[in-house]
């Protein structure tokens, strides 16, 4: 038998590592034809057959394996195979070996455990309990009786790329509901080890996520901006102006910038940027720079004080304190309410959008190419986070100056 030949050749090739296990045996049900004996595993012959009569070989088989382990087989070679496995896995797994992997039931596939996983949840009495139903049914589907511990990151990556006409938001929705439910596996203990817990795909869908708006809105927004606070303070329109046009700038760095933060070549510093602790330096545009240095005339204030202060009371805000941390969001919103732009908060209308904006604007090489700067007044500052954007910048500017907005320097109604 061809099979025999391959079997041998098989075992022949199987090297035992070290300390591996050699428990198991394979079995037959079947009895001998001429004399009803059982039918014995004989390893160096590859099958079972009978002690007297040696002609007569079993064609169905059986793995035993410690645990409860059984199998069954139609061809030795597989059953062999099997067994071979099922010794490696124990002698490299150890204690770690869990019988339940190799059950023909399967109890630690994904089929088997999601509906204990479902369960658990229902009884919870979440909300969203048809939402995840429906994404571990749909995983499920997919990977079957597959055991979880053997389901890798990329499968997982490859399964939610497989789903098609969903939004990334929707996508992100599926992987992290497949990783609460692997985290559920981990939790309930023999299934899967910490060590072999996938890596999850990262999916960026903040974009999308958070609804963006696009330049000539955001002008029309920043303009509205201007109208309203102006006169009232129009360092609101310079932070808000700077969010718009540096992307590396976030929110709450404006509020701690004070007014030594810009120096004399107009390279401004955050030396505690939000989420990093190494300096963040911008260089700021022209208009920024003249605004700042025009605003520092009209507001004199000692080096420390926070420059994106209140500059008189009023209410709650008291005269020479930084912004609350969420006064730009509500001068934003109050300026998207007139000119009827709903769901786009401060950060998505200023950063993202100018980003998303600036991308469609510059090719790859452009940015390359814009941070490889040569004068030499900027080679100084080849340390400067975001150099490139001096360049960007400038025609971001641009693009605002065209939309009517820009410059600053002349409020609609004087303010002396
Ligand atoms: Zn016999």
Redesign the pocket.
């Known amino acids: 038998m061809s099979d025999r030949g391959l079997a041998s050749t098989y075992r022949n090739q199987y090297i035992l590592p070290e300390g591996v296990c050699m428990k198991g045996r394979i079995i037959t049900r079947q009895k001998?034809?001429?004399?009803?004996?059982k039918l014995v595993w004989k390893p160096e012959r590859s099958g079972c057959f009978?002690?007297?009569?040696p002609q007569?070989s079993a064609t169905r088989f059986i793995v035993l394996f410690t645990g409860k382990i059984f199998q069954n087989f139609k061809d030795y070679r597989a059953a062999e195979q099997y067994l071979n496995y099922l010794r490696h896995e124990k002698g490299t797994r150890k204690n770690k070996f869990n019988p339940d992997d190799y059950k023909s039931a399967k109890p630690n596939s994904f089929l088997a455990l999601k509906d204990k996983y479902i369960a658990k949840k229902k009884q919870k009495g979440l909300k969203s309990i048809k939402k995840i139903t429906y994404i571990i049914d749909r995983a499920g589907e997919h990977f079957g009786y597959k055991n979880i511990r053997e389901i890798n990151g990329a499968e997982i990556e490859d399964y939610l790329d497989s789903i098609p006409n969903i939004s990334e938001k929707t996508r992100y929705n599926h992987m992290t509901q497949l990783r609460d439910f692997w985290k559920w596996c981990l939790g309930r203990g023999n299934i899967i080890t910490l060590a072999e817990m996938p890596i999850f795909p990262e999916i960026d869908y903040e974009l999308e996520y958070r609804k963006i708006t696009d330049w000539n809105t955001q002008e029309k927004i920043i303009s509205k901006i201007k109208e309203l606070s102006y006169d009232f303070n129009p360092k609101i329109l310079l932070g808000i102006d700077m969010l718009s046009t540096y992307t590396a700038l976030r929110p709450d760095d404006i509020r701690r910038l004070t007014e030594s933060s810009l120096d004399s070549m107009g390279i401004l510093s955050i030396n505690r940027p939000t989420k990093s602790k190494k300096p963040k330096k911008l260089r700021l545009h022209d208009d920024h720079i003249n605004e700042w240095r025009s605003l520092q005339e009209k507001y004199p204030a000692l080096p420390d004080m926070p420059f994106f202060r209140h500059t008189k009371t009023y209410g709650r805000a008291k005269a020479g304190v930084v912004f609350g941390i969420n006064y730009l969001y509500r001068w934003w919103e109050r300026a998207c309410k007139e000119v009827g732009l709903e769901g786009v908060p401060l950060y998505p209308g200023t950063k993202h959008t100018t980003a998303t904006e600036t991308a469609k604007l510059f090719d790859p090489e452009t940015a390359l190419k814009a941070s490889g700067l040569t004068e030499e007044a900027f080679k100084r500052y080849c340390l400067v986070e975001n150099i490139e954007n001096l360049e960007v910048v400038t025609v971001i500017r641009e693009k605002k100056k065209k939309a009517d907005i820009l410059p600053f320097k002349k409020p609609k109604k004087g303010n002396e």
């Open positions: 001998c034809e001429l004399c009803g004996e009978c002690e007297k009569h007569v």
